[in-house]
């Protein structure tokens, strides 16, 4: 495929409220990905394509392809929903979510509840593959529980016609706790026969890098760690070319910041609570400031987007040459429930 002429290739994650138009726009303006995955369609009985959602897909940031992606479980609505996205033949690349591990989502097995029913998955993607004659993907975790039907799916996407696959290092029930198993993705790309793309705590751009070499993935999928730092695309870039890393400072946060308030807060007014959704980004930010959690801990306790602002400008501009950490220190959490 051409999108893997250029190994290893890097994706931003979708993430529910997160990755839109508007924050693709923005980590575009900071060193693109070679490829974006839009938030999922909801398919069920009365679904239908989510208009922002379905904007998200259209809009090519930088000219770069969006995927747009389905979660349910439901063969005969994937086949209409799929009909309705052929409406616009812009759209090359559908992917399937069935790694998705909030509770209230896996309980209607759907997203990561598939990961406990492989035959279901071979029944869903043999309908999507009969619809759906152009790039066709699967994004998925090692299992629901355990990874013990993790080579019977590996052999069920050998069989399906799908192009590519992108693995999450943990089981659903983990969530985002507990260590990546980077062995099984690469004991998974072993086994299957089409490009993998690693996914799971690539906190770096070099480490990005290595975790692609030791597993053997074709690819890197960065998700929570791109809201934190939206260079790491550029950097993996300028490290395969064997340049120099580019190092973002506080001030360089900062005008990040900048851009997620006009380019993505302010620029919807029908956003309730500007603040909340501000502060999504910000928590994941906050991890690289400073290693006492002060920029964290005030930001939390402030109320709109003005105090917000003038937090950052405290913490941010005091030092604004201040090296922006490369790693997220160790002792700060983005969310208490570890959850996006």
């Given at each position: 495929?051409?999108?893997?002429?250029?190994?290893?290739?890097?994706?931003?994650?979708?993430?529910?409220?997160?990755t839109?138009?508007?924050?693709?726009?923005?980590?575009?303006?900071?060193?693109?990905?070679?490829?974006?995955?839009?938030?999922?369609?909801?398919?069920?009985?009365?679904?239908?394509?989510?208009?922002?959602?379905?904007?998200?897909?259209?809009?090519?940031?930088?000219?770069?392809?969006?995927?747009?992606?389905?979660?349910?479980?439901?063969?005969?609505?994937?086949?209409?929903?799929?009909?309705?996205?052929?409406?616009?033949?812009?759209?090359?690349?559908?992917?399937?979510?069935?790694?998705?591990?909030?509770?209230?989502?896996?309980?209607?097995?759907?997203?990561?509840?598939?990961?406990?029913?492989?035959?279901?998955?071979?029944?869903?993607?043999?309908?999507?593959?009969?619809?759906?004659d152009?790039?066709?993907?699967?994004?998925?975790?090692?299992?629901?529980?355990?990874?013990?039907?993790l080579?019977?799916?590996?052999?069920?996407?050998?069989?399906?016609?799908?192009?590519?696959?992108?693995?999450?290092?943990?089981?659903?029930?983990?969530?985002?706790?507990?260590?990546?198993?980077?062995?099984?993705?690469?004991?998974?790309?072993?086994?299957?026969?089409?490009?993998?793309?690693?996914?799971?705590?690539?906190?770096t751009?070099k480490?990005?890098?290595?975790?692609?070499?030791?597993?053997?993935?074709?690819?890197?999928?960065?998700?929570?760690?791109?809201?934190?730092?939206?260079?790491?695309?550029?950097?993996?870039?300028?490290?395969?070319?064997?340049?120099k890393?580019f190092?973002?400072?506080?001030?360089?946060?900062?005008?990040?910041?900048?851009?997620?308030?006009?380019?993505?807060?302010?620029?919807?007014?029908?956003?309730?609570?500007?603040?909340?959704?501000?502060?999504?980004?910000l928590?994941?930010?906050?991890?690289?400031?400073?290693?006492?959690?002060?920029?964290l801990?005030?930001?939390?306790?402030?109320?709109?987007?003005?105090?917000?602002m003038?937090?950052?400008?405290?913490h941010?501009?005091?030092?604004?040459?201040?090296?922006?950490?490369?790693?997220?220190?160790?002792?700060?959490?983005p969310r208490?429930?570890?959850?996006?």
């Open positions: 495929m051409p999108l893997f002429d250029n190994q290893p290739i890097s994706v931003l994650a979708p993430m529910q409220d997160v839109d138009a508007d924050f693709m726009s923005v980590i575009a303006e900071c060193g693109a990905p070679d490829f974006f995955i839009a938030e999922y369609f909801r398919v069920h009985e009365f679904s239908t394509l989510e208009k922002n959602v379905l904007r998200t897909v259209l809009s090519r940031p930088n000219e770069i392809a969006v995927s747009a992606q389905f979660i349910g479980e439901d063969e005969f609505h994937i086949a209409r929903s799929i009909n309705l996205l052929k409406k616009y033949p812009q759209i090359e690349y559908l992917d399937l979510n069935i790694g998705c591990p909030a509770p209230k989502v896996y309980r209607k097995n759907v997203g990561g509840g598939l990961l406990k029913e492989p035959k279901k998955i071979r029944s869903i993607l043999n309908v999507m593959r009969e619809n759906w152009k790039s066709l993907s699967v994004k998925m975790r090692l299992g629901f529980e355990s990874q013990d039907h080579e019977e799916i590996i052999g069920i996407l050998n069989e399906s016609g799908i192009n590519f696959a992108t693995i999450h290092g943990r089981t659903v029930k983990q969530l985002y706790r507990g260590k990546v198993d980077y062995g099984a993705i690469k004991k998974a790309a072993s086994l299957c026969n089409v490009p993998i793309i690693a996914n799971g705590d690539l906190t751009a480490k990005a890098l290595q975790v692609a070499e030791f597993t053997g993935a074709k690819g890197v999928m960065i998700g929570r760690h791109a809201i934190r730092n939206p260079w790491i695309f550029r950097q993996i870039k300028e490290l395969k070319r064997g340049e890393m190092e973002p400072t506080l001030l360089d946060v900062y005008e990040y910041v900048e851009k997620i308030r006009n380019k993505i807060i302010m620029k919807n007014p029908q956003i309730r609570y500007a603040d909340g959704r501000m502060k999504k980004f928590n994941f930010i906050a991890l690289g400031v400073d290693e006492g959690g002060n920029f801990r005030e930001m939390r306790h402030a109320r709109g987007i003005e105090a917000l003038e937090c950052c400008k405290k941010l501009l005091e030092n604004p040459s201040k090296p922006f950490a490369s790693e997220p220190y160790p002792n700060l959490c208490p429930n570890h959850e996006l």
